[in-house]
C-alpha cells in the first residue's frame, strides 16, 4: 500500500515536471533569441556607452602686472559674468609710474615745443642775413660803379666787400642753423608725430594699461573655482590665482570601444543620460567629431605595444558630443560627473565616418576695453597739456 501511494500519489509528477522545464527553456530561448536580434538590429542603428563624461573649459585667471593683492571679490562655486572685478592689485607702484610718464610726455612737448620754435627763429634769422647780404652787394656795386671817377677811395670798396663776406657768412651761419634745427624735428610737420612725443606717448599709455591691468577682471561667464589668490600675497604675471569654468558650454567626452567607431561621424544625433539626475533626464547632443588618438596613446606613459609580453587590449577612442543648450539649462551640469550616451548612426557612412564638425573660436573683448580706457586717459592728458602749452 505504501508503495502504490508513493507511484500515484502525493509524489511529485515526472512527466508534468519535465513539461514544466521545456516550457521554462523554450521561454528563455525565446527571450534569447529576441534579445539578440532586437541587439542586432539595435547595434546597426546606434553606439552605446557607458563610459562617458562630462567636460568643459577651465578658463585660468592670472594677473598681467606684479603687485599685492589687495581685494578678492570671487570665491569658490560663485556665479561671475564677463566683465567683473575679481582680484584687485595694489596700485601705488603703477600710479606712480603713471605719473613720472605724464610728467615726462610734458617735459617732452615743452622740449619739442622749443625745437619747432628753433626752426621759425633760424628761418627767421636766414631772412635777415639774406637782406644784410642784399644790401651789401648793392652797396658794393654802387661803390663799384664810382669808384673810377675818383669819387671814393679804394678803402672804402675794400670795406665794402668785406662787408658782403661778411654778410655771406652770416646767412651761411644761420642756413647751418636752421638745417640743425630741422633735423631735431625729424622733418615732421605736426607735435605728435615727433618722434620724442611718439615714444613719452607711448610711455604714458602702457602705464595708463598697468592701471587699469590693476583691476583683474572675468574674461568669460561662469563658475569660480580652484581659487588660490589669497589677500596680501605678492603675484606676479602669470601666477594661477583661480579658475572659471563656463558651465554653460560643457560638452560629453564618450569613449566608445575602437570596434564600435565604424559607423560613428560628425553631425549625427545622441541621447544623453547623466547618473545624477537619472534616466528619466535627457539630453540631445550631436557628434562634434572623434578625437585624434586613444586616451592610451595621449597617456603620460604611453603604452609599450613593441614588446615581447603585449597582450591584445580593446582601446577607447574619446568622441565629442556636445549638448543642447536648452537642456543644460534646465538641468545643469557639473565637469566630471558620469553619462551614458547613445548615438544614432543610420545616417553615417565610412566615406564620411572620418569627419569633423567645424570648430569654433573662442574670443573676448574684455581687455580690449582696457585698453580703449588706458587710450581714453592717455588723449586726455595730451589734451590738458597742449592747452597748458599753447597758453
Not at 633735423?183 to 602702457?206: I, K
Not at 600675497?233 to 566608445?256: E, H, K, T
Request: glycine content about 6%; hydrophobic content about 45%.
Amino acid at each position: 500500500m505504501t508503495e502504490q501511494t508513493q507511484n500515484t500519489g502525493t509524489g511529485p509528477n515526472p512527466v508534468r515536471r519535465r513539461r514544466r522545464i521545456l516550457a521554462i527553456a523554450i521561454a528563455v530561448a525565446v527571450l534569447g533569441g529576441a534579445y539578440g536580434i532586437g541587439a542586432w538590429i539595435t547595434g546597426n542603428v546606434s553606439r552605446s556607452t557607458d563610459d562617458a563624461y562630462v567636460n568643459g573649459h577651465s578658463v585660468l585667471l592670472t594677473p598681467q602686472i606684479a603687485g599685492v593683492v589687495t581685494a578678492i571679490r570671487a570665491d569658490d562655486t560663485n556665479q561671475v559674468k564677463a566683465g567683473d572685478t575679481l582680484v584687485n592689485i595694489d596700485p601705488s607702484d603703477a600710479q606712480i609710474e603713471f605719473d613720472a610718464a605724464q610728467a615726462q610726455l610734458a617735459q617732452v612737448v615743452r622740449t619739442v615745443r622749443g625745437q619747432y620754435a628753433s626752426v621759425e627763429r633760424a628761418a627767421a634769422d636766414m631772412q635777415v642775413a639774406q637782406t644784410a647780404l642784399d644790401r651789401a652787394r648793392a652797396d658794393l656795386k654802387e661803390r663799384q660803379s664810382i669808384a673810377n671817377s675818383g669819387a671814393i677811395t679804394g678803402e672804402e670798396v675794400r670795406h665794402a666787400q668785406d662787408s658782403v663776406h661778411q654778410a655771406e657768412a652770416v646767412l651761411a651761419a644761420a642756413e647751418e642753423a636752421r638745417a640743425l634745427a630741422l633735423t631735431q624735428t625729424q622733418g615732421s610737420t605736426r607735435l605728435d608725430d615727433h618722434p620724442a612725443v611718439r615714444a613719452a606717448t607711448e610711455h604714458l599709455r602702457a602705464a595708463a594699461l598697468a592701471m587699469e591691468r590693476t583691476r583683474i577682471v572675468a574674461p568669460v561667464s561662469g563658475m569660480v573655482s580652484q581659487r588660490r589668490a589669497q589677500v596680501g600675497r605678492r603675484v606676479a604675471p602669470g601666477d594661477a590665482l583661480l579658475s572659471i569654468v563656463p558651465l554653460d558650454q560643457l560638452w560629453v567626452d564618450a569613449n566608445f570601444k575602437e570596434i564600435q567607431l565604424d559607423k560613428i561621424c560628425a553631425g549625427q544625433a545622441a541621447t544623453l543620460t547623466a547618473d545624477v539626475y537619472g534616466s528619466s533626464v535627457r539630453y540631445h547632443g550631436t557628434v562634434e567629431g572623434i578625437e585624434a588618438g586613444s586616451g592610451a596613446a595621449f597617456a603620460l606613459l604611453p603604452a609599450q605595444n613593441a614588446t615581447g609580453n603585449w597582450i591584445k587590449v580593446v582601446q577607447r577612442v574619446p568622441v565629442r558630443i556636445s549638448i543642447d543648450p536648452k537642456d543644460l539649462a534646465s538641468h545643469p551640469l557639473r565637469v566630471g560627473v558620469s553619462m551614458h550616451a547613445t548615438v544614432n548612426v543610420e545616417s553615417c557612412t565610412h566615406a564620411v565616418a572620418s569627419e569633423t564638425a567645424a570648430s569654433q573660436s573662442d574670443e573676448t573683448a574684455i581687455y580690449d576695453a582696457q585698453i580703449k580706457a588706458a587710450d581714453a586717459r592717455v588723449a586726455k592728458i595730451i589734451a590738458a597739456i597742449n592747452d597748458a602749452a599753447s597758453n
